[in-house]
């Protein structure tokens, strides 16, 4: 029997994939009373900035460290780790450290369900904190095939705010060269933010 050409068939191609630009902008309904807007959009931004990093510490920290085979039999999650230790050192990621354990918390943790975590944060109401000092959280493997629709979501973030800011430069300007140093300028600024 010849099989050439023949078209391959997958159930998982009548399913539609998730949206990952709402995942990445939008509040789950079950969060929206963990977070405000305002917190939500300077956290959209930061992770604009910093997520492809973070992601990538995430994959080191699945397949590195001690296996506790008590607790992960099957090995179905990374290092367990305090948040701020899920952070890559850095001069920027440094100076937004404590922005950076929000974003993991709220985003990686709460929204994305990437991180579990191994404890139970404590909520102090008059300070108006949780505290997570003493609560290890790690990857779940098995969603590790979001990482790269993640970084997608990332790349066109930072191309579509490229395109429009120089758009905008040209028309205030009317100067093509204006607008060319504005993307030259917005790439360093990217790029800079990485060091």
């Known amino acids: 029997m010849n099989y050439k050409d023949f078209n391959i068939v997958d159930e998982r191609n009548k399913k539609l994939s998730p949206n990952y630009f709402k995942s990445v902008f939008f509040r789950e309904d079950r969060i ?6 305002c917190k939500w959009m300077w956290l959209c931004l930061l992770e604009t900035l910093f997520g492809a990093e973070l992601l990538e510490n995430l994959v080191t920290t699945a397949s590195a460290g001690k296996h506790d085979p008590v607790k992960d039999p099957n090995m179905e999650f990374g290092l367990a780790q305090q948040l701020s230790m899920h952070i890559p050192s850095g001069i920027f990621t440094n100076l937004f450290h404590h922005q950076i354990i929000q974003l993991l918390y709220y ?36 969603l590790l095939y979001q990482f790269i629709a993640f970084r997608r979501v990332y790349i066109v973030t930072a191309i579509a705010a490229s395109l429009i800011l120089n758009i905008i430069a040209y028309y205030v300007t009317e100067s093509a060269y204006i607008a060319a140093y504005t993307a ?7 790029r800079i933010f990485k060091i």
Do not use: C, N, T
């Open 107 to 142: 985003k990686f943790h709460l929204q994305y369900l990437i991180l579990s975590r191994d404890g139970i944060p404590i909520p102090d109401p008059q300070k108006r904190e949780i505290d997570v000092k003493r609560v290890r959280f790690a990857l779940q493997k098995r």
């Open 184 to 190: 030259i300028g917005l790439e360093a600024l990217r």
């Open 32 to 37: 929206r009373s963990e977070i405000g807007r």
